[in-house]
C-alpha cells in the first residue's frame, strides 16, 4: 500500500527561519510562491528578466536575478520548464548551492532520469502537483488543497522528509493528501498518462467524430454530443466524487442497459492498446523516451510546430470553433 499523508503529519515550525527561492515565476511558480507567502513563509522570486518577473512585481515580491535568489535561499524550489532546467541548475543553482540546503524538485524527470545530480550535500525532494498551476492556487484559496507525489531522493542532513512535509503542508497540498514514491515513478506515471493513456483516448474519440460525422450527422452536433456540452466532464467528476460505479446511477436506466450491454463489443480493443502502451512504458522506463526528448531539440521543437499547425486545420478544430463560438462556450463566450 502506498504511504499517504495529511495536514497532521507535518508542522509549519520546521519552516521557521528559512528563506524559499522559487526559480521561474510561471505557472507553478507564481501559484506555489503566492501559497507560500500565505503560509507565513519568506519567500524571494528568481525569475529572469520578462513579464513574469514584472506579475512576481505586481503581486508584491521583489524578484531577483536567479542565481541571487539560489544564493539566500535555504530551501530552492525549481520551477521553470523541464527542458531548460539542466542548463538553469548548472549556471545558476549549481553555483550557489551550500551543504544542508534543499533543492525542490515539481516533477521527478529531470533527476529521476539522471539529467541533473544534485551534490551529496544537499537536500533533494520532491512536491509533485496532480494540478495545474492555477489549480494550484484556487484550491489553496478555496481550502481544498490538491493532492501530490512526493518523495525523498537524497537526505543528507537527515531532515528532508520533516521538511518535505512541513513544505507540502505549506504550499496546501496536505490538505488533500500526498502519496510517497521515488522520482522516477512519479515521472513514469506523468509520462505514461501523456504518451499512453492521453493519445489512446484521444484515437478512441477520433473514431466516434468520424462514425458519427461520415453517418452524415452534422458535427456540432457530434461535438456536442461527445465533449463540448460538458455532460462528459460533469459525468467524470462525479465518478471522482462518487466512484464511476456509484456515478453509473445517476443515468437513465436505458443508459445504463444500453452501455452494460453493449460494452462487451469493445473488450477486442484492450489486447492491441495494453501492448502499445506496454511498449510505451517500457521506453520511458528504460529512459529511451528521455535521451531522445534531450537530443536535437530544434529539431524536436519543429516537430512540435508543425504538428500544432496540423492539427489547427484539421477538420476537427474548425468544427469546434465554429460549435464554441454558436454555443458560446469558454473562450468564444466573449464573456
Ligand atoms: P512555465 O512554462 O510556466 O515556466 C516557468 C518559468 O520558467 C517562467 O517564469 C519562465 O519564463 C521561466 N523560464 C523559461 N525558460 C527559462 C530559462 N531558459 N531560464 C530561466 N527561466 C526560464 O513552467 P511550469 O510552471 O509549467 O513548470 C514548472 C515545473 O512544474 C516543471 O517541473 C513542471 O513539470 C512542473 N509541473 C507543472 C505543472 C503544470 O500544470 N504546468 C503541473 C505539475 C508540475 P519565460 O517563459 O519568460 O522564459
Known sequence: MATIYHDEDASLETLEGLTLAIVGYGNQGRSQALNLRDSGCDVVVGNIDDDYRRTA??????????????RRADVIFL????????????????????????????HGYNVGFGLIEPPAGVDVIMVAPRMIGAGVRETFESGEGFPSFIGVHQDATGRARERLLALCKAVGSLRAGCIDMPFVDEATLDLFTEQAFGPAFGSIMRAAVE?????????????????LSGEFAYSLEKGRQMGMRQQHQLHSHTSQYGTITRAPRFF??????SEAMGQVLEEIRSGAFAREWSS???????????????????????WEDATRRAFRIGDASGS
Open 57 to 70: 512585481i505586481a503581486d508584491g515580491f521583489e524578484p531577483v536575478e536567479i542565481d541571487e535568489a539560489c
Open 79 to 106: 520551477l521553470t520548464p523541464d527542458e531548460v532546467m539542466p542548463e538553469v541548475y548548472e549556471a545558476c543553482v549549481a553555483p550557489q548551492l551550500e551543504p544542508g540546503n534543499t533543492l525542490v524538485f515539481a
Open 211 to 227: 462514425t458519427l460525422t461520415g453517418a452524415g450527422f452534422p458535427p456540432e452536433a457530434v461535438l456536442l454530443e461527445l465533449y
Open 268 to 273: 477486442d480493443l484492450m489486447p492491441a492498446a
Open 296 to 318: 536535437d531539440r530544434e529539431a524536436k521543437l519543429e516537430l512540435l510546430r508543425k504538428a500544432h499547425e496540423a492539427a489547427a486545420a484539421a477538420p476537427q478544430s474548425r
